[in-house]
């Protein structure tokens, strides 16, 4: 088990080091900000033992957005995705927005250096163990993409309304006249058959993921997983 980090105060650090020892956890120094900028895999130093089962990124929260600059959710998000292991995120002191943010973001868990760091330790330890596809789904209707996984998938505006629904209720069979109330509220669209084009170009950009969208005759849609936990 290994905690990939980059972080300049030595004393937190040793302490750190000392306690995930004693859990047979071993702590590697790691510069992970190139996942802030779509770094190709080969630019992250460690990426290939990241990848390793059982490892996690402890990572400190970036600093708030000035106007005009990226919003803090959409940078943890692209980290969080671009990581080849589970994230946990830090600050300083508990700030409310950001541990927010974080977990909103796909973060496995969120920590502060006030926390004892007995129980930080315990907490990389829960996270280093989460299966790769237990992560968080992430949906960002802004800019209409969503993250499964280690996917990042770009949607269009109906694509996305008609995902969201399906993953509110996902293993539940949804109609076509629920999905299409969902999408095309307000447009002046009657014939609902443009769900079935929505449905079909959805299951294109799912197939490399862990869903599937499959097909009840007469009854409508139901998304499920390709892999079960």
């Known amino acids: 088990m290994k905690v990939f980090v980059w972080e300049e105060d030595i004393a937190w650090m040793e302490e750190l080091h000392r306690q995930l020892q004693k859990k047979n956890i071993e702590m590697i120094e790691a510069d992970w900000t190139p996942l802030l900028q779509n770094a190709e895999p080969g630019?992250?130093?460690?990426?290939?033992?990241?990848e390793e089962e059982q490892a996690v990124l402890l990572a400190e929260c970036p600093a708030d957005s000035s106007p005009g600059q990226e919003d803090l959710k959409a940078l943890l998000v692209r980290l969080c995705q671009?990581?080849?292991c589970p994230?946990?995120?830090f600050s300083e002191e508990p700030d409310i927005q950001k541990e927010l943010a974080a977990l909103e973001a796909g973060a496995a868990d969120y920590v502060t250096r006030q926390m004892d760091v007995r129980v930080t330790a315990a907490?990389?330890?829960?996270?280093?163990?989460?299966?790769?596809?237990?992560?968080?789904?992430?949906?960002?209707?802004?800019?209409?993409?969503?993250?499964?996984d280690d996917a990042v998938i770009q949607l269009t505006q109906l694509e996305f309304a008609v995902f969201h629904c399906l993953l509110q209720k996902k293993g539940s069979v949804l109609s076509r006249k629920e999905l299409f109330q969902q999408g095309w509220s307000g447009r002046q669209v009657k014939n609902m058959r443009v769900v079935d084009t929505?449905?079909?170009?959805?299951?294109?950009?799912?197939?490399?993921?862990?869903?599937?969208?499959?097909?009840?005759?007469?009854?409508?849609?139901?998304?499920?997983d390709?892999?079960?936990p």
């Open 226 to 228: 390709r892999i079960q």
């Open 123 to 148: 907490r990389l330890y829960a996270a280093a163990r989460i299966p790769k596809y237990t992560r968080a789904v992430t949906e960002d209707r802004k800019q209409q993409f969503v993250s499964i």
């Open 82 to 84: 671009n990581a080849p």
């Open 198 to 224: 929505v449905v079909k170009q959805l299951r294109k950009k799912l197939q490399k993921t862990r869903f599937a969208i499959a097909a009840k005759y007469n009854l409508g849609y139901v998304l499920y």
């Open 87 to 89: 994230v946990v995120l």
């Open 43 to 50: 630019v992250l130093f460690a990426r290939k033992e990241m």
